[in-house]
């Protein structure tokens, strides 16, 4: 899969050399190239923001240069392929959205800051690639940096090879083995710590009483924290 991001903060990026991700960047498996925004501006102050027409506190992001990097960035080819605007108002992000893109080959991030960017961008992008506006959650961030970072490590560690036991993907939270229901409580050694026991069941050996438990535990944890996932 390639990953671009376009953004005023390239910086915000280095931390995906590190961990999973910086692995599968180093085995070939992902490519990530950062743009900056600003290689598209071509005014003195390269900037690209500007006052919002109709009034109102704070700036809006120019569509010119945006207009400018998704031209140089989308290229015509049969590859499958999405771009993601990180925005408050965008269809909340989760783990059935991570799982469809982690089938895409290509996916662009179009990190906005300020009020966000002109909304001609979106519009004129969906007539050339497949758009998705998709926000981390109800709450409002800076910019979208941490928002399409977020994204990105839910969506890289589904694809296949990126987890080393890829088992571990499979009774998660969120996770359709898991019917969707929150994960159950995990433990590891000591079975005694500052008095608190491991669930003696766990000790058992008895994988069908262990799964029995697990999914007690999931439905109770899911009924109490997020009846709306039932
Ligand atoms: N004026 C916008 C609004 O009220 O919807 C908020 C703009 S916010 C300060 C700047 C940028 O941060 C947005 O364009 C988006 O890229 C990003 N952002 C903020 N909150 C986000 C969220 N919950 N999910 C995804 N991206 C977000």
Known sequence: MRLDYVTIFPGYFGPLSLSLIGKAIESG?????????RDW???????VDDTPF??????????????????????????RRALIIPSPSGEVFSHRCAVELAGYDQLIFACGRYEGIDARVADYASTIIEVRELS??????????????AMTEAIVRLMPGIIGNPDSLAEESHSATLDNLLE???????????????PEVLLSGHHAKIAAWRRDQAEALT????????
């Open 29 to 37: 498996r992902l490519t990530v190239v950062v743009h900056d925004l």
């Open 223 to 230: 009924r109490a924290r997020r009846p709306d996932l039932l």
């Open 54 to 79: 109709g009034g109102g506190a704070g700036m809006v992001m120019k569509p010119e240069p945006w207009g400018e990097a998704l031209d140089a960035l989308i290229q015509p080819s049969p590859a």
């Open 136 to 149: 981390l959650g109800d709450y409002v961030l800076n910019g979208g940096e941490v928002a399409a970072l």
């Open 41 to 47: 501006a071509h005014d003195v102050h390269r900037s």
């Open 184 to 198: 159950y409580p995990v433990y590891t050694k000591p079975a005694a710590w500052r008095g608190r026991e491991v």
